[in-house]
């Protein structure tokens, strides 16, 4: 089965020079952890409910403060026609629950989340995926150092 088969086509995209208040917003009307951040036609990062809470709430930052402040730059994606039991595997390996989808051409398509994929009829090789998500640290660890 291919990731096109079982990812969720309609996304919200962010823009970095929104608020982080506004992307929670965002996160409460799509019912969604995570938001895309696009600029300029591109992804440009992630913003997810923890980095909001983590990076923004913990540290003292307002409501105000602009995404770019507070996403995850380095993006991780996946392709559209990559075979879901690979992207279940980068997945666990990322320890990452939800990915964009991208075309070929590097444009935003979707995303697709563990569950996603688990309720696409890859429930076993989802399990795994989760059990080396659920693994304590790696390098989506919002510790800084």
Do not use: F, W
Request: net charge negative.
């Amino acid at each position: 089965m291919r990731v096109s088969e079982c990812m969720t086509r309609d996304v919200t995209i962010a823009s970095p020079q929104e608020s982080i208040c506004e992307a929670a917003k965002m996160m409460a009307d799509c019912d969604s952890g995570m938001l895309p951040v696009g600029e300029n036609d591109r992804l440009v990062g992630i913003i997810t409910d923890r980095d909001i809470a983590v990076r923004g709430v913990a540290e003292g930052k307002s409501p105000e403060t602009r995404i770019r402040d507070v996403m995850s730059n380095e993006v991780r994606y996946c392709y559209e026609d990559e075979d879901v039991s690979a992207v279940l595997r980068n997945m666990g390996e990322l320890q990452v629950r939800r990915l964009p989808v991208l075309s070929r051409e590097k444009r935003l398509v979707g995303v697709v989340s563990l569950s996603d994929l688990a309720q696409g009829g890859a429930a076993m090789p989802a399990g795994e995926a989760l059990s080396d998500i659920a693994r304590p640290g790696g390098e989506h660890s919002q510790i800084r150092h």
